[in-house]
């Protein structure tokens, strides 16, 4: 997700941080229009190219298996193999995020305190570890054809879990 910072706080220090904690840019108050909209293309241009080799398409759609995700709609669906149909997955706003954070994460081991780290909810409360264990059940009976042998979100015992690099 990409971030820009909007401020007044225009000290050097503050820009510096700010880039150094993560955002993808700065920009100082008073700012002009044009010169923000062209800052906020150039992000969203990064981020997609980033996207892209973690699966994500120009127009928003993350494909992972059988599974669709639009991005721009915060819509999930099964693709049927043998239709070639959509069916429409209804998830929570964690489980979404839940499901995002491993698309955007393929291939890379994901601890549970990663994934708690992640999980704060808007309103300041957080998930804890049983909470997390609840939503990544909920989330393969979901999304998995079989969620008692999971194929897109896996276990590695001991250390969290993962989602395969393999797109379909």
Not at 26 to 38: D, G, Q, S, T, V
Not at 90 to 115: D, H, K, Q
Not at 124 to 144: C, P, Q, S
């Amino acid at each position: 997700m990409p971030v820009i910072f909007l401020t007044a706080a225009d000290a050097e220090v503050n820009v510096v941080m700010g880039l150094e904690i993560g955002a993808d840019d700065y920009i100082c108050k008073p700012f002009r229009i044009n010169e923000l909209m062209a800052r906020i293309k150039t992000v969203l241009r990064r981020s997609r190219r980033g996207n892209d080799a973690a699966g994500t398409s120009i127009d928003g759609v993350i494909e992972v298996q059988n599974i669709r995700i639009y991005t721009k709609e915060a819509k999930v669906a099964r693709l049927h193999a043998d239709t070639g149909e959509e069916e429409t997955i209804e998830l929570t706003a964690l489980e979404y995020r839940l499901l995002l954070t491993f698309c955007m994460n393929r291939g890379i081991v994901l601890s549970r305190g990663n994934l708690l780290q992640d999980m704060w909810d808007v309103s300041g409360d957080f998930v804890n570890d049983n909470t997390l264990t609840v939503y990544i059940k909920r989330l393969r009976d979901k999304i998995e054809e079989d969620p008692s042998e999971p194929k897109l979100i896996k276990t590695v015992r001991g250390l969290g879990y993962i989602m395969e690099k393999q797109s379909r």
